[in-house]
Nanobody, 115 residues
Framework: QVQLVESGGGLVQAGGSLRLSCAAS????????MGWYRQAPGKQREFLAN???????TYADSVKGRFTISRDAAKSTMYLQMNSLKPEDTAVYYC?????????WGQGTQVTVSS
């Protein structure tokens, strides 16, 4: 199994930036892809971005050009750099890892963007 721990959330003003981290441990050799999702109150969990083991990335249209996903394979850590934040970005942000026929989720980190 893979254990995931997010960090870096917090309160920021609109237009500001935050960088989220997701540290992976356990059976990390199984991971093929890692990604970020978010869930706002009363809404379904939403895909934001993912990054493959080869470094290729995919973004949702809602964050393309504002968010950047990256990873440090040596540290088994994935990042989400979030710029030009908007109040509608307020949500709990989750990281996900998948591979070897299994997937796992972190516990989430709250991001609140004030107007």
């Amino acid at each position: 199994q893979v254990q995931l721990v997010e960090s870096g959330g917090g309160l920021v003003q609109a237009g500001g930036s935050l960088r989220l981290s997701c540290a992976a441990s356990g059976s990390i050799f199984r991971i093929n892809v890692m990604g970020w999702y978010r869930q706002a109150p009363g809404k379904q969990r939403e895909f934001l971005a993912n990054i493959s083991e080869y470094g290729s990335t995919t973004y949702a249209d809602s964050v393309k050009g504002r968010f950047t996903i990256s990873r440090d394979a040596a540290k088994s850590t994935m990042y989400l750099q979030m710029n030009s934040l908007k109040p509608e970005d307020t949500a709990v942000y989750y990281c996900m890892a998948a591979g070897g026929g299994a997937s796992g989720w972190g516990q989430g980190t709250q991001v609140t963007v004030s107007s």
